[in-house]
């Protein structure tokens, strides 16, 4: 029977009816077990890479828990696939790398079908090809009572970017627009409430209106485009992170980290119209989210001023939003309104 | 306070009061950030490793469930954290691999001190200075209900050993003796059980007895003294796995995936005498642990006929049980009582 109209039937399959060796092989058949610098992937004790691999081997891993990062009454699992992969694969551009591997172990309540884990892997596929990296394995095991999802990346740079080489003077730069994903979850949330204390059987709330600030919750999409451009332009930024912790936590961290302060303007953050409207809707002021709001898979980094005109011919989706300056000046934002706030 | 009499008062502290950024500082506080082949650990959005790296990297990954692959009735958190660490270097030694860093993903309950979880990464740390890896980083979530530590390991190796390289007439053999972890396991969970049903408060039995098993069981050791001496005495192993998965099990995939059959002697098989008494107070059969008891952190390895001897005289602790045989011969053991039963 093909995938969807299997989907539509809503079979569910409880995993010990097949067992862990045979979803395993499920999983298996759908990457390679060989690839480019993969020399073998899934089914023996470890992965295998290439010899003599060029630049700086980068490692990082992330872990979601279900009920406290991800609420699986809202979050299609092949959502949460793509999702996951996109964020940790966020934190290898952050270093100015490229995501080659990943690996991701699983653990599985009983509610979680064979079909559920086909489609968390369809999401995973999906950012694999998507992102140009390869699943090279992972395990799997049950839970009690939630689902946790650790996904590990490996990487390389050929020159790494630091969090800690801003200069004062140093143009900070944001890539594409701030606060839609944790906007998205206050929909998604507000959703979940109203159908919690409704009488209705299904969540399938219209979100039409909400589509973009959704989109940037529950799929996110990491920026190796912007990794790839400043390869091009031969530009190494002089310090980077991403902005999944949420802006002034971020900027904080890189400031302190570069021994400067810094100076942005509330003006010039990138924020999408759909996101504004959303924050309307929610009755929420708008810059709550832009400054504080988690899970945006954007990259901020500082350039020197000359390389800001030369990057931004090759690569438009970014923004200036302000300038490292001396330690002692402190993390400031120049609010709308012309007032110097500190950022924590 | 010092470390030892604060945990004697069992000082409860929640992680909430102190929060995230604290935790992680407090860990990271106990690693090097920089270490050899390590340009930058725990402290960015990845760990950097050093350029021009040789041989094979591996990357493997393991994940425990609180409540299905641990028990925190009965498992210490150091013991835990140390566990955790050699199951998932083993995996790299079973390559013929030297494990050289680990990333530890934890999702956390509130029911975790923050105390508890320096109890965790002393057992890490022990870990790490035995087998001589470095934690690069990882990541910490809340947990709603249960626990959970994923493990992910990057290791090298010049010359990587699969599973499918046996060829027959190769010995088989087995480093340390088998059946121990499982059967430490039955008596943990026995002594459990007794607890649940009587009037004490606190679960402190008389382990004495057991101590080999109950050893084998919450801090199991890698082999990587094994892997050490097959460099030194420069022999490959034609195939190689490790034992976590039971050896009834692990013997079929590594024939399988070698296109071999084999013939293993019962009587061969070794064991320690303390698991044999162990086995015998629980009353049950000792091949039952022997070939399909878990979580035995031993190696299994084929050998041509003269690396025996010449292992042997270096490397002590293992012994041959068997012949890799033709296809047709089937996966086979011959019991002590001389019959040949195949083994699935």
Same mark, same amino acid.
């Given at each position: ?50 010899? =003599? ?105 050929k020159q ?42 299904? +969540? ?25 451009s400043f390869e091009t332009a031969e530009i190494v ?14 900027? =904080? ?15 010039? +953050? ?11 809707? +929610? ?19 500082? +350039?020197?001023?000359?390389d800001?005109?030369k990057f931004?011919?090759l ?30």
């Amino acid at each position: 029977m093909p995938e969807a109209s299997r989907m539509e039937q809503n079979t569910f399959t409880p995993i010990e009816t097949i067992g862990r060796k045979a979803l395993i092989s499920k999983i298996a058949s759908r990457f390679e077990r060989h690839g480019e610098g993969l020399v073998f992937g899934i089914g023996d004790d470890a992965a295998v890479l290439d010899t =003599n691999r060029q630049g700086h081997p980068l490692l990082s891993s992330e872990i979601y828990s279900e009920g406290v990062d991800f609420d699986l009454t809202y979050t299609p699992l092949q959502h949460l696939g793509f999702k996951t992969v996109s964020m940790a694969i966020s934190d290898i551009c952050a270093m100015n790398g490229t995501p080659e591997f990943i690996l991701i172990n699983l653990s599985l309540t009983n509610k979680i079908s064979v079909e559920m884990v086909e489609l968390f892997y369809d999401g995973v596929k999906r950012a694999c090809d998507q992102y140009g990296v390869q699943l090279a394995g992972g395990d799997l095991a049950a839970a009690q009572s939630a689902m946790s999802v650790s996904v590990m990346v490996y990487g390389s740079a050929k020159q790494t970017v630091y969090r800690s080489g801003a200069n004062a003077g140093d143009a900070i730069c944001i890539t594409g627009d701030l606060g839609g994903a944790s906007c998205g979850l206050m929909i998604l949330l507000r959703e979940k409430l109203h159908f919690d204390s409704s009488e209705e059987t299904v +969540l399938d709330p219209d979100l039409t209106p909400f589509e973009y600030v959704v989109r940037r919750q529950l799929v996110p999409e990491a920026r190796v485009d912007c990794i790839k451009s400043f390869e091009t332009a031969e530009i190494v930024p002089t310090s980077m992170s991403d902005i999944t912790k949420g802006l002034s936590t971020t900027l =904080n961290e890189m400031m302190v980290a570069s021994g400067t302060g810094c100076k942005i303007f509330e003006a010039a +953050l990138p924020v999408s119209p759909d996101t504004r409207h959303a924050a309307d809707e +929610l009755e929420k002021d708008i810059d709550t989210f832009l400054l504080y709001g988690g899970e945006d898979a954007e990259l901020i980094f500082t +350039l020197p001023e000359e390389d800001v005109k030369k990057f931004s011919d090759l690569f438009k989706d970014f923004v200036v939003v302000g300038k490292v300056e001396a330690k002692s000046h402190g993390i400031k934002m120049q609010t709308a309104e012309g007032h110097l706030m500190t950022l924590t």
